[in-house]
């Protein structure tokens, strides 16, 4: 019968499943070739042998269908729903949706809504935000087709929604008009790129979660183990309902979350994921406001001028200090390099003879850490500076 290789399910031969067959039936009763008729034996072992060719075919057929590139379509529909890619991205008539109603509810993916006529499903999911009003959420047409999708035409509700919340919607711009059908090859490819998505731990896929909700920055997130089976989230900017569902869609256990011991940092919001109700604390950021003063001088015979100096070096040190990561410290020897790099034009590296850096961190002076160009302010916090916070004279 069919063996399987490298390449796929390879069908045996109709010979060589013609002499199994024989073989088989001998082992089974000895001097059968013997006691029947030849055109009895060949009569039975060609219908047998047909039989047997096409439900190896069937066999093969079957193993070679699921296969990333030649899976039929009933196959690949249920690899796309496993996957949550829903045929016709891309084709099928697409409008965004604003949901509006009881905060912290959350709308999850596959929530179906409509415009009277035709039904769009969520691809992605989504909160009521603090605000009352979730973001913009992409919605999917069902079926194939093309049509016109006009503003404020979406506002039918075809999910069920929980008794006690309160929850409409609407598109407050045009849909998408749909193009022609989705081909099963296309859509093939779209279940196979989805499913060559790989797992990078909960905090690098958290990190990604939180880095999308508008309004939270990049390097204000932190995600940090607190101890054991516990994590501290650090996360600044951003509606504090849509952080809360990045954290509750992104953590594998919430029951692992704690706050800062410095309670007046930790925002807990209520998530209203029906029927059960959560609740996300992640910690918010507090500001260390940096001063820097600078003493620089040059060996230099040639006239250098401080103002010019002090033109190219100020926003390069502002903006390595507005870029560091909360939690992490301010390297001097990164100050250095800053600053070498924003006078090269006017005053190479090899002519500076000093370079003395004084950090303050909310008014008082911090000196690095002995043994170290680092300098650590609060670990659940970040660093803001700006041009007038930034002294640099010659001296």
Known sequence: MATITTAGAIPASPTAIRDELVATATALAPGLTA????????????????????????????VNSISPYTANASIVYQLGAVYGVQQG??????????????????IPRGFIVSDGSYQYTVQDGGIIGSTGVSASLYCLATTFGSWAVPVNSVTQLVTSVPSGITLTCTNPSAGVIGTTAQTLPDYQAQVIQAGLATAQGMPTFLRTQLQKVSGVQARLVGIRVAGTNQWEIIVGGGDPYAVANAIFTGVFDIS????????????????????????????????????????WNTTSTNYVSPTAIAQLANPAIVNYINSIYVGQPINVFELQNVFQLAVASILPATLISRMVFTVEINGSIVAPTTGTG????????????????????QG
Do not use: H
């Open 374 to 393: 680092l300098i650590f302010g609060d670990s659940e916090s970040y660093f803001e500076t700006n041009t007038s916070a930034v002294i640099i004279a």
């Open 35 to 62: 006691n029947l008729p030849g055109s009895l034996v060949e009569d039975m072992a060609s219908t047998a042998a047909g039989a047997a060719v096409v439900q190896d075919q069937a066999y093969v057929d079957l």
């Open 256 to 295: 692992t979350l704690v706050g800062s011991t410095t309670t007046a940092r930790n925002i807990t919001v209520s998530i209203d994921d029906y029927p059960d109700t959560y609740s996300i604390t992640y910690v918010n950021p507090p500001q260390q406001t940096v001063n820097v003063s600078l003493l």
């Open 89 to 106: 991205q891309g084709s099928n008539t697409s409008v965004f949706v604003v949901f509006s109603g009881t905060v912290g509810f959350v």
